[in-house]
């Protein structure tokens, strides 16, 4: 069964008022702020912050090899599959600002992706600035999107397609499938799962709005602090392929666009969200009143209800 669009004329302001924020997510908002005031800033080489994001148990299922990628140089890859007979292959970005994380960093969400939408969870081990900065954690996720295309049928027993991750990972997704169609002739991907990824590297106005001395999770500073590291050029941070909000979205499978109303990357959402529909692609907006930054990674109610909707979404995608 297709997945059912749910297209918005016009966005209900109830869902940005302080009391469409629920009572267990204003519980857990609370003490996150103070900890996201006093915690060091990512980006800088060998620092502390490469560590800030703690893994879960590694899955006994996942497995790493080594593939291909551009210029001769191999690029690792973390392959995850389902209990069932795969139906698809899932192309998953980590996050970490494109500074941190790491592919094995979250098996256990991959797990459940994988369990709910019978598909192989492939997540990419790309490189972290500031020691490279772009293109290359770009270069690496396109080279892994590439091997799935002409691979994922020999190795997996299916060639359907879906792509996505959060944060940095939904940062990296949108410019990949750009990739792939302007470089590759390929528009096969049959979903996009976006989750409050940041699409303008100039900073859109949420990013020093919600980045402020109330943030949670992620400061503007910390923002900033990235940016320098994965594109240190600052003429270059209008480039479509770093600031995706740019780029030309023609072409571009349904997606799935999910944000939290206190994350400073709100509005890179519902840009793109508009911008992805203007191209004539389906795609639906998902706001979660009181999101912070990576909400869905939380034991909070709005966490079960998205990570619920992208696993519907991704299995249905395939269908």
Known sequence: MAHKFTYLPSLNPSLFKPNAISADTRAFNAPMMEQTRNRPMPGAPGSAARGMLAKP???????TRKISGLGGREVEIRVLPPKSAPKGVYL???GGGLVAGSAD???SMLERIADATAQVCVDVEYRLAPEHPHPAAWDDCEAAALWLVK???AEFGTDKLTIGGESAGATLAVPVLVRMRDKHAYTGFQGANLSYGN?????????KYNGGENALMIRTADIQNCSDAYAPDVKTRRDPDI???FANLK?????LISVGTLDPFLD?????????IAAGNEAELAVYPGGAHGFNMFPINIAAEANAKIDAFLAAVIA
């Open 57 to 63: 148990p590694a899955s006994p299922r996942a497995r």
């Open 92 to 94: 998953h970005l980590h």
């Open 105 to 107: 960093g979250q098996d």
């Open 151 to 153: 691979n994922a049928k």
């Open 199 to 207: 699409y303008d590297t100039t900073m859109s106005p949420s990013q």
């Open 243 to 245: 600031s995706a909000i």
């Open 251 to 255: 072409d571009m499978p349904p997606a």
């Open 268 to 276: 890179d959402s519902l840009f793109m969200y508009a911008r992805w």
